[in-house]
């Protein structure tokens, strides 16, 4: 017998046989009382959450006008930047909303390591590969308060059309989420994030790499807490 | 078993009361188990199972259809003793000089004196208290995959890890336990 289970037989032993212990009033009365609830379905989910943010942030790109330097632009690198942020999109709202088959809880481990390899990978492509047009794009020296200088109006725009998404998700679920409530916020909240830092990109002319990568990229980061601490409150229990 | 039990769920679900009797009935023992485990003390154990159990009532909407209902069961059982945990020890910290709840020492991690009163304590020997001291990450490792027989990938899952993070943390648990009781025994 091995030593596990030799300790097993030991603690059952001095735990005795345990019984199944009797309802508490409480939960009796609530279960009494109980009504059907719809389940949840993931894929209904996500799909809503997709033909909502994607139409939305598409009508704020539309709003806020396009880069008059895109034109100028290397459709091959639009393509691949755009394929990054929307990846980043596809990926995080898909971890968000869809957990593993036969399970219930969302997948908080794989959340976390692609929230954290995206935010490092978008801030590293504007760090690292950003294109600019002569003459059509704007750039400036990259010093500490020129990079500041310019940081507020994207940071508000990123942040501001990253949250909308999130916020969105989270009320899609509309349910009492009672483990993994801040994976779950993080995920939406980076899925937010990489659909308006895209936007930030066809929006913004600026190609200053720290501007690109550090304001643009940070856009992810930021919704994705400020989602997740939305989701502590929006997914725990209300009546508590 | 994990398909009954997620009919039963289903059942739950569409607002049928005897379904949830007949889970409780299948659930309860094997999570009271666990939470006796990992607090060391029974009563409390119950008391984190009836709590545990009425988070799951409230979140019976967020269960996925086809799901299996028990690690989610044992996920939300170890969120519960965490809560708790944190509750009574921040409770302790104000409270000092004055009440301490009774079983605070079981639950936040640390051994029940033997001079406790509590309705199970005398039962618990040297065995479970080595248990006991182990923290709780390394204790949940063990009570896991040594104690309920659960594989590496389903015990990462209750406890929201990797299955490399509960390897190492099962390993370094049974390890430290092994060294104790020989400890004891010598």
């Known amino acids: ?240 | 078993m994990s398909a009954d039990l997620s009919i039963l769920m289903k059942r739950y679900c569409e607002g049928d009361p005897r379904a949830f009797e007949e889970l409780y009935a299948a659930c309860a023992p094997k999570l009271l188990r666990y939470l006796v485990r990992l607090c060391g003390e029974g009563s409390t154990a119950e008391d984190l199972l009836q709590l545990s159990f009425i988070k799951v009532h409230k979140a019976r909407a967020s269960y996925v259809e086809g799901a299996a209902p028990l690690p989610w069961m044992y996920t939300i059982c170890h969120r519960t003793f965490l809560d708790e945990a944190r509750k009574r020890k921040r409770s302790k910290v104000i409270d000092v000089g004055g009440d301490v709840p009774e079983q605070s020492a079981a639950i936040d991690g640390r051994p029940v004196a033997a001079s406790e009163p509590s309705e199970n304590g005398e039962k618990l020997t040297q065995t479970l208290e080595a248990l006991q001291s182990l923290p709780p990450s390394q204790r949940q490792a063990v009570i896991l995959t040594k104690l309920d027989g659960k594989t590496m990938k389903e015990a990462a899952y209750i406890a929201g890890t990797s299955i490399g993070a509960m390897k190492v943390r099962a390993h370094r648990g049974y390890a430290a336990l092994r060294k104790t009781l020989a400890g004891a025994k010598s």
């Open chain 1, 1 to 240: 017998m091995s030593e596990a289970s030799e300790m097993d037989r030991k603690l059952d032993a001095e735990l005795g046989p345990l019984k199944t212990p009797a309802m508490s009033e409480e939960l009796a009365l609530a279960i009494k009382s109980a009504e059907p609830v719809k389940m949840r379905r993931p894929w209904r989910d996500l799909e809503v959450f997709l033909g909502l943010s994607i139409p939305m942030l598409a009508l704020v790109a539309v709003i806020i006008g396009v880069r008059s330097d895109l034109s100028e632009m290397s459709p091959l690198w639009i393509g691949s930047v755009a394929l990054v942020w929307f990846t980043s999109f596809a990926t995080s709202s898909y971890l968000g909303f869809v957990p593993a088959k036969g399970h219930v809880r969302p997948r908080s481990q794989n959340i976390y390591q692609v929230v954290g390899a995206a935010s490092l990978l978008l801030i590293a492509v504007g760090l690292f590969a950003t294109q600019s047009a002569t003459g059509q794009s704007m750039t400036y020296s990259p010093t500490f308060s020129n990079v500041m200088a310019h940081a507020p109006s994207c940071s508000i725009l990123g942040v501001t059309a990253g949250i909308i998404p999130g916020i969105i998700a989270l009320l899609l679920m509309r349910r009492y989420i009672p483990v993994g409530r801040w994976s779950v916020g993080l995920s939406l909240g980076a899925a937010g994030g990489s659909l308006s830092g895209l936007v930030s990109h066809l929006h913004c002319p600026i190609t200053e790499r720290f501007h690109v990568g550090l304001v643009h990229g940070g856009c992810l980061v930021l919704s994705a807490l400020f989602v997740a601490g939305a989701g502590q409150v929006l997914l725990r229990d209300r009546k508590s």
